[in-house]
């Protein structure tokens, strides 16, 4: 596995770890932020041929319908360009939350942390 | 920071995505001081950030007032969102799931409703939209309609 490389342009730091883009959202996400990530991942798995996502989101601490939503379009559009995502580290309160928000992110792959993510992504990918 | 039962209303603006991390931090950091467990916490920041953005691209902007509650039985905190936008027509279909004229996936206000103890919307067609949401500490379990 090759050494994480820094990523140019994100605000929110997308590093790459052989094959696979991970990002680790923490603290507050501005709905900019959140959409330049969106174009930033999408660009990096074609440019780069990554095959696989991991976004880990134990650091945040709210998930509304627009981050929600900007998680599932991120996962859609990574699996037309031919990269699968895994949704890694939500928090308890999170789920609790998004269940009663009527959120439920049917098309998203989840992992309980990053190390179950990876390992679910290399299992499928070969 | 003293957040006692007196009514101390924080009243903060919303005119842009950053505000809106504003107004998450703000009703965060008063649920925690007035007692709310972590998971009704994530709640109510939820819901506050669910209505200040509908303040926000709805109302074309506004503000949030924030008032912490105490009924003698049990502490609580009051969210106002207020905005002179264009008000909403059909309060009815605003309401229900999946119904959106912003983009997003409509569950604004239907998702923030179910997140809280009480809910109210006064609206009028030109007049703006003033959106309360209170919830109260509790050990109960809030009643689930439609289970």
Redesign the interface.
């Known amino acids: 596995m090759s050494q994480p490389l820094p990523a140019h342009s994100a605000q929110v730091p997308v590093l790459a770890l052989g094959d696979v883009l991970l990002v680790s959202l923490q603290g507050?996400l501005?709905?900019?932020m959140a959409e330049q990530l969106q174009q930033d991942i999408t660009q990096r798995i074609s440019t780069d041929r990554m095959t696989g996502v991991v976004i880990d989101i134990s650091g945040v601490?709210?998930?509304?319908?627009?981050l929600?939503?900007v998680l599932a379009e991120i996962a859609s559009t990574a699996r037309l360009l031919a990269a699968r995502t895994v949704l890694a580290g939500m928090?308890?309160?999170?789920a609790?939350?998004l269940v009663?928000?009527?959120?439920t992110l049917p098309g998203l792959v989840t992992a309980l942390d990053v190390d179950r993510a990876m390992e679910l992504l290399n299992q499928r990918g070969s | 920071m003293q957040r006692s039962g007196q009514v101390s209303a924080t009243s903060l603006p919303i005119g842009s995505d950053a505000d809106l991390a504003w107004v998450r931090q703000e009703v965060r950091q008063c649920a925690a001081g007035l007692g709310f467990g972590l998971v009704q916490q994530t709640k109510l920041v939820t819901a506050a950030s669910e209505l200040a953005r509908n303040t926000l691209v709805h109302g074309g902007g506004g503000r949030v007032e924030i008032t912490p509650l105490d009924n003698g039985r049990s502490r609580g905190l009051r969210m106002s969102f207020i905005d002179d936008g264009p008000g909403i027509r059909d309060l009815e279909l605003a309401m229900t799931d999946g119904y959106t004229t912003g983009g997003g996936l409509g569950l604004g206000l239907s998702g923030a409703k179910r997140l809280v103890h009480e809910f109210s919307v006064d609206t009028e067609p030109g007049r703006g939209t003033t959106v309360t949401a209170v919830a109260w500490v509790t050990q109960v379990p809030a009643s689930r309609p439609g289970l």
Do not use: N, Q, Y
């Open positions: 507050e501005h709905d900019g601490d709210m998930v509304d319908s627009f929600g939503r928090r308890p309160a999170v609790i939350t009663e928000l009527g959120l």
